[in-house]
C-alpha cells in the first residue's frame, strides 16, 4: 500500500496575507527548478502543513493547519433529548504520540483525536489558519 505525501506551503512575503503555494508531492518540491533558496532560507520563510491522506465530506485534502468543523448527537440514557454539540478546531500533528489531532482549546475545549473526529456528523474543512483565523477567534 502506497500512500501519497504531499505538503503545502505558506511563503512568508512581509504583506498583511501570506502567499500560498499549491499542493506539492515530495518529489514536485525536489525537482522544482523554481527555488533559488538554501533549505535554511526555506525553512525560515515557509509554513509547511502535511496532508494527512483523508478528505473531508466533501473530498477536500485536509491539512495540518485546516480548520475543521464537526458536530455529534447524544443520546442522554433513557430520555428521549438529543443534545447535539458543534466543535471547531485547528487540524494538528501530536509528534510525542504519532498521531494528528484536532485542537479545540482556544474555544475552552480540548482536542480530539483526529481519526474519531472524521466520523462526527458534518465533519469538514472551512478554511485554514492562514487565511480563516477569524473562524478561531469566532468560537472563544
Given at each position: ?11 512568508e512575503?512581509?504583506?498583511e ?35 494527512t ?17 464537526f ?20 487540524v ?14 482556544e ?34
Amino acid at each position: 500500500m502506497t500512500r501519497e505525501i504531499k505538503f503545502r506551503a505558506w511563503i512568508e512575503t512581509g504583506n498583511e496575507t501570506d502567499d500560498y503555494v499549491e499542493p506539492m508531492t515530495i518529489q514536485q518540491m525536489i525537482h522544482s527548478k523554481e527555488s533559488t533558496f538554501s533549505l535554511e532560507q526555506l525553512n525560515d520563510l515557509v509554513d509547511f502543513e502535511q496532508f494527512t491522506g483523508l478528505h473531508d465530506k466533501n473530498g477536500r485534502e485536509i491539512y495540518e493547519g485546516d480548520i475543521v468543523s464537526f458536530g455529534s448527537v447524544w443520546n442522554n440514557g433513557d430520555n428521549e433529548d438529543i443534545d447535539e454539540e458543534f466543535h471547531i478546531g485547528v487540524v494538528e500533528y501530536d509528534p510525542h504520540d504519532a498521531v494528528y489531532n484536532v485542537n479545540c482549546e482556544e474555544s475552552g475545549e480540548h482536542r480530539f483525536l483526529f481519526m474519531e473526529v472524521v466520523n462526527y456528523d458534518g465533519f469538514g474543512v472551512i478554511g485554514n489558519i492562514f487565511e480563516n483565523p477569524e473562524l478561531l477567534e469566532g468560537k472563544q
